[in-house]
T-cell receptor, first 112, second 115 residues
Framework: DQQVKQNSPSLSVQEGRISILNCDYT??????FLWYKKYPAEGPTFLIS?????DKNEDGRFTVFLNKSAKHLSLHIVPSQPGDSAVYFC???????????FGTGTRLTIIP | DAGVIQSPRHEVTEMGQEVTLRCKPI?????LFWYRQTMMRGLELLIY????????DSGMPEDRFSAKMPNASFSTLKIQPSEPRDSAVYFC?????????????FGNGTRLTVT
């Protein structure tokens, strides 16, 4: 039972354009959402997060949008750069519970 | 800050053998997590500890898997006996608080291959 789903295994985007990565969740108890970035042979690293009391959070080139009614979140990267090529994992959590549930990941490739 | 340290980086073993993966969390972090990454299921939580006590082991796939945290600076994940389907990358992560909403800090993982 995959409670956090990333339905696109891969995505290719031209350098300088916008990358949009999507994530859906099924558990309505989730109230905190995170994105992690993973390079080959390294562990995932935290990128950006959003609480369910917000619908948008921005950090430089990265913006996460949350649509609670649709149980959907997305990560926007603008402009995309070659160093953004990595696997991106969406994760979700219940407040007060440390357990993080991850999706299966989306491999983003930025084409120079 | 040395980060989360995992050993070995790679492990190749034969079916039926015992495998022990090791993790040193970041000093001062109270919580430690073991995850397994596969293509089909992404990152799955196997078990996590808070203040060295196992809190949730519902993700441990079978009795062949066991994890310990004898002190705040060391944890092991053991598979005995190992099977080919255990082949995956195993990550250890730690976080500073027990209250949630703290990003996890991951190690670089152990790639396990069981032949």
């Amino acid at each position: 039972d995959q409670q956090v789903k990333q339905n696109s295994p891969s995505l290719s985007v031209q350098e300088g354009r916008i990358s949009i990565l999507n994530c859906d969740y099924t558990n309505s108890m989730f109230d905190y959402f995170l994105w992690y970035k993973k390079y080959p042979a390294e562990g995932p690293t935290f990128l950006i997060s959003i609480s369910s009391i917000k619908d948008k959070n921005e950090d430089g080139r990265f913006t996460v949008f949350l649509n609670k009614s649709a149980k959907h979140l997305s990560l926007h990267i603008v402009p995309s750069q070659p160093g953004d090529s990595a696997v991106y994992f969406c994760a979700a959590q219940n407040f007060g519970n440390e357990k993080l549930t991850f999706g299966t990941g989306t491999r983003l490739t930025i084409i120079p | 800050d040395a980060g989360v340290i995992q050993s070995p980086r790679h492990e190749v073993t034969e079916m039926g053998q015992e495998v022990t993966l090791r993790c040193k969390p970041i000093s001062g972090h109270n919580s430690l997590f073991w995850y397994r990454q596969t293509m089909m299921r992404g990152l799955e939580l196997l078990i996590y500890f808070n203040n060295n006590v196992p809190i949730d082991d519902s993700g441990m796939p079978e009795d062949r898997f066991s994890a310990k945290m004898p002190n705040a600076s060391f944890s092991t994940l053991k598979i005995q006996p190992s099977e080919p389907r255990d082949s995956a990358v195993y990550f250890c992560a730690s976080s500073p608080t027990g209250a949630g909403n703290s990003p996890l800090h991951f190690g670089n993982g152990t790639r396990l291959t069981v032949t």
